[in-house]
Nanobody
Framework: QVQLVESGGGLVQPGGSLRLSCEAS????????IGWFRQAPGKEREGVAC????????YYADSVKGRFSLFRNNAKNTVYLQMGSLKPEGTAIYSC??????????????WGQGTQVTVSS
């Protein structure tokens, strides 16, 4: 059964850090590009970051560039999103998704259920 499971969300103060995990099962995630997306209440889903499957090249939305980083651990079939200097506007449900291929392009074939991140004092 193909599955993506996110974890690591929670409540954090502005300026704080969190590390989200996206664990894949039922397929080998190192052959897939993995993207992170977020959706805030009342807003459309937006792409946050993505890591390609071949050489691990990472791409980031301008809104998070310099504050977020992506890492792959192929042995654990897991991709991590390290988030720093978090802002209240970063409050959202964060989801990971997998694209069957090298590049970070749609369509994303598999999606996780998401994990809530709340940035508030």
């Amino acid at each position: 059964q193909v599955q993506l499971v996110e974890s690591g969300g929670g409540l954090v103060q502005p300026g704080g850090s969190l590390r989200l995990s996206c664990e894949a099962s039922g397929f080998t995630s190192d052959y897939y590009a993995i993207g992170w997306f977020r959706q805030a209440p009342g807003k459309e889903r937006e792409g946050v970051a993505c890591i390609s499957s071949f050489d691990g090249t990472s791409y980031y939305a301008d809104s998070v560039k310099g504050r977020f980083s992506l890492f792959r651990n192929n042995a654990k079939n897991t991709v991590y999103l390290q988030m720093g200097s978090l802002k209240p506007e970063g409050t959202a449900i964060y989801s990971c998704a997998a694209h069957r291929g090298v590049k970070c392009v749609p369509p994303f074939d598999y999606w996780g259920q998401g994990t809530q991140v709340t940035v508030s004092s």
